[in-house]
């Protein structure tokens, strides 16, 4: 069965500290997608990871894809107000459909 | 460019009517995503659908449910004899397909189903 699980599930940061979220699967993908989800709103495409051992940095957020381990990670850097949100990982298994994970929301606070 | 388009943003029915959603996918888009987003869970894949045509249905549910893509117009995703359960958010997804140099799926704001 294919499956996508986040961890932690919801996350309370202060301002300015680093935390890593972390996302794994359950088979081999050649694609992996971080969204960014605010409350009602749809879904902003923040990185797509296309291979092994991939890094892509925007802003206070990088992304990272061990396809070997099937993890991928999302760390956040140095955390402001404007990063609250619920983060989903999305594995694409060649088929074309996102299989998305449980997501991660982010509080952070002053 | 216009992003994804879904309308109505919001919609209110009452159980055992119909409910129909619409999606315009990005401009230059020919592949269509529907998925269905419960209260404080994650999106599940329902259907994928191509100009005329339905690629993938895995995520559908087998009645009562339905979409198409017709050559001409928006993707319709349609609800019979709607139920409590069906109350959700539905987002439609649209890429250019493989091949075109991008697999990012782009997402539309999405219908608010409601059902009373």
Known sequence: ?110 | NAGVMQNPRHLVRRRGQEARLRCSPMKGHSHVYWYRQLPEEGLKFMVYLQKENIIDESGMPKERFSAEFPKEGPSILRIQQVVRGDSAAYFCASSPGRGAGTDTQYFGPGTRLTVL
């Not at chain 1, 932690?8 to 996302?23: A, D, V, W």
């Not at chain 1, 969204?35 to 709103?41: A, N």
């Not at chain 1, 749809?42 to 990272?64: D, H, I, P, T, W």
């Open chain 1, 1 to 110: 069965e294919l499956k996508v699980e986040q961890n932690p599930l919801f996350l309370s940061m202060q301002e300015g500290k680093n935390y890593t979220i972390y996302c794994n699967y359950s088979t081999t993908s050649d694609r992996l997608y971080w969204y960014r989800q605010d409350p009602g709103k749809s879904l902003e495409s923040l990185f797509v990871l296309l291979s092994n051992g991939a890094v892509k940095q925007e802003g206070r957020l990088m992304a990272s894809l061990d396809t070997k381990a099937r993890l991928s990670t999302l760390h956040i850097t140095a955390a402001v107000h404007d990063l609250s949100a619920t983060y989903f990982c999305a594995v694409d298994y060649n088929t074309d459909k996102l299989i998305f994970g449980t997501g991660t929301r982010l509080q952070v606070f002053p």
